[in-house]
């Protein structure tokens, strides 16, 4: 048999972990720099947890968990339909919001709020695989639960600028208010249409002004209430003019004012922290997908020639009643999630892990080995090696050609390796060979160990 | 509704994160002083990669996942029994050996062998769940391939020993030999009953002398065979005389004989390491329950008074011909399980964690908050001591009493409050309170960034 792996999942041989974990260490720092602590939660969730949380589409995207035992009697389905409730109580992870919105609802007694935590797990969604969209993925989140203060969002993006700053990535940082596009439908004439327009106005990148038009009139919207929001559309220019341009637009919507107000006082907290952000633009017609968003919202994409992905690669924003769902009304909450798939991917189509010359986390040395009585004699040095805290290792096999142990060297990326024959056994002074430029050396072990140790 | 998780599952919190993540930290150092490099293989493998490969127990243990997009139909299930293989291809990680041996034979022509590789990943197991045993837990794998040298062997004596000793766990190495056993087998006149020997002795620990000598005979030994392994039972004394002993009763078995070398051999290389290890026991009635193991096997035991746990907290061994099964045979490996979620137990029984006084990776300062003024000041503070590297936050909210922000940072394991009022912004001497003693000093920013980048 031929082994494969499910589509959509993919193995993460060690240069991919390198790099992977140089992203998600990178993003943990900057997360543990401004006070976020670390949880983690199971993978399967009970259905009941995750069930109508993700929209009618996102219900359909859920994996399901057989429970365990289940031998499917012919008795339950004969006659009847069989249901997979019969079937599935449990289900994977699909987000990692909802897993910790019920985390802070069974935990509410031992956290002390506001409750700062980062998370960073994978989560799995049964949606068609293509190029950057896995069946499993990791998200990299972080959210501020239990304040009110917009220092948050200031803070968010703060961190979302040093994050992808440390990456080398150039990005353009989104935001917008759920609260300016309550204040667009009501000034339309529209209130009640708030979800329809947010879920038309969220696709304008993928399908364009005029499609999106299109829904709107199809969701029951007037003609002229679409009109009205031409100039939206054609809204231009810095944060300011836009600021303006919506002061006049919104006049008349108290909601559409609080969100402009919102978004100033986060402007405000900014300067206070000394930091302009210039690759922060107000866009008015983001939307995000997500329904439980009431304030700010963010996004980030990829702002960068060497790059071809078009999608987002951060997403967040403000939630007033995440945890209702749970029973635990009225906290109100600001989040991110880094997709960090999406940035491996976008690291590797511009060439950044080799700029970054990241250090493989290898052997600094390998020990060749010559035969019975030279691999004798290495072990003791190995161990003074690693006793010195030098990650080192010795070909185990002394069948080995020379040849073969030098490769092995060379894949694996090891850069120094040191010769022990009849000679170094007796005077007691090591070869030791640069692997980047074949130049060779004899020096004792103490020196060996001293430049390795640089 | 009141949330909860599936049985067998846990959250896990800030500060057993902290404490997790030091267990795994230490882990990974050491692989990583002896040169292995990590990888990671999907939650989700194919059924038919999973199973048949954990015997007909592990099977029904596997965790399946429902097709997606499945309809159970009434058409299929009408006049015959629905199958599992219906409705499930897909299983859960159930251990990291198995997907480890089918990303080998995936990743045949990019790896350099030997391949040394770690892993750390959670596995699930429908298991009963009862106190130290979980449905979801994390295994921590290295292993060897592609090499029969029996240094690999000495090595991971070694890793035991100096990962255990870094945790502070004094414990028992147990080493055996699949070979010793399979001699004992044929000694006694039973080669063709070696399993059921293996699977019998196994439960030694369980079920006693008495009780696993009743299921050698209803196995179908002959009481004579079973009398001839006695002195099994009885062997006592140190590593020297039990191989002294083996030795004899051995002497017509080439198998046992060979095995017996063989674990001469490893001694012969720790010796060669210059290490010797204490706490290292020959036990003849060690017998894994894996099929696999064709060589040295290993397992650890806790030996400390202060912990209750008898199970064990590591597993191992060598293996001939592991990836076989998926297509790639006779490539010999060996390798190593730590048991993290069974060692974090008995950390927390022994009270090690605080003995150990791991730095919670938590703010080092907070700022309290009195105002929008103090608070439009801090932030700039804020903003250096990031810039300076020190993990700092701000209590968000100015409304709080004092008391409030000063029982958040003594929850939170913050170290030290800055407090800033009208005096301190007009001085720029900020007061810092030490949350541990109570005293609270004046210093300029740059003298509590010096502070506290010791």
Redesign the interface.
């Known amino acids: ?6 589509k959509g ?6 240069s991919e ?2 790099r992977r ?1 140089f992203i998600f260490n990178t993003i943990k720092k900057v997360y ?4 976020f ?10 259905l ?2 995750l069930e109508g949380k993700y929209g009618e589409e996102g219900d ?2 859920l ?4 429970n ?3 031998v ?3 008795s339950k ?8 409730s019969d ?2 109580e ?1 289900g ?1 992870r699909y987000d990692l919001t909802v897993p910790f919105a ?2 802070v ?3 509410q007694n ?1 956290i ?3 409750f ?2 980062y998370q960073m797990q ?1 989560v ?1 969604r ?1 949606d068609r695989p293509q190029k950057g969209r896995y ?2 993925f990791y998200q990299c989140d972080a959210d ?1 639960i239990g ?3 917009l ?2 969002e ?1 803070e968010f993006l703060l961190i979302i600028q040093e994050v992808f700053s440390s990456l080398q990535i150039d990005v353009a940082i989104k935001i917008n208010n759920r609260k300016i596009l309550a204040g667009i439908a009501e000034v339309i004439g529209h209130a009640d249409k708030i979800i329809d327009i947010t879920v038309a106005i969220d696709k304008l990148d993928k399908i364009g002004e005029q499609k999106v038009k299109e829904e709107l009139l199809a969701k029951g919207l007037s003609p002229d209430a679409v009109n009205k929001m031409q100039p939206l559309f054609e809204s231009r220019g810095d944060f300011e003019t836009k600021l303006n341009f919506l002061k006049t637009f919104l006049a008349e919507s108290s909601i559409g004012l609080k969100g402009i107000e919102e978004t100033e006082n986060v402007i405000s ?1 900014l300067n ?4 302009q952000l210039k690759n922060l633009e107000l866009d008015i017609t983001l939307a995000r997908g997500l329904n439980y968003y009431t304030g700010s919202i963010f996004e980030v994409k990829v702002n960068d020639s060497r790059s071809t992905f078009s999608g987002s690669v951060l997403g967040g924003g403000r939630y007033d009643d995440l945890t209702g769902i ?2 635990l009304p009225n906290v109100s909450g600001v989040g991110i999630s880094f997709g960090i798939d999406r940035i491996y991917d976008v690291m590797l189509e511009m060439n950044l892990f080799d700029q970054l010359k990241l250090s ?4 600094q040395v ?1 020990l060749a080995n010559f035969g019975r009585e030279e ?2 004699f290495s ?2 040095i ?2 003074e090696l ?1 006793q010195a ?9 002394y069948s080995a050609k020379m040849k073969k142990q030098m ?2 060297a060379d ?2 990326k090891i850069p120094f390796v040191v010769l022990i024959g009849k000679d170094e056994m007796q005077s007691g002074s090591l070869t030791i060979k640069d692997m980047a430029t074949g130049q060779q050396e004899k020096l004792t072990l103490s020196k060996i160990i001293s430049k390795l140790s640089k």
């Open positions: 048999m031929k082994p494969s792996i499910p999942t993919r193995d993460f041989s060690p972990m390198v974990n543990e720099r401004y006070g602590v670390q949880i983690e939660t199971p993978a399967m969730e009970n009941s947890t359909k995207l994996f399901r968990i057989l365990s035992g289940e499917v009697q012919d389905s004969k006659g009847e339909n069989l249901k997979i079937l599935a449990k994977l019920r985390y609802v069974m935990h031992e002390s709020f506001p700062k935590r994978p799995w049964a069946r499993e501020v304040s009110t203060s220092i948050s200031a907290y206070a922290f000394g930091k749970f029973g493989e986390t290898t052997s390998l691999e004798q072990l003791k190995l161990n690693r805290g030098i990650n080192a290792e010795i070909f185990p096999e490769s092995y894949s694996k």
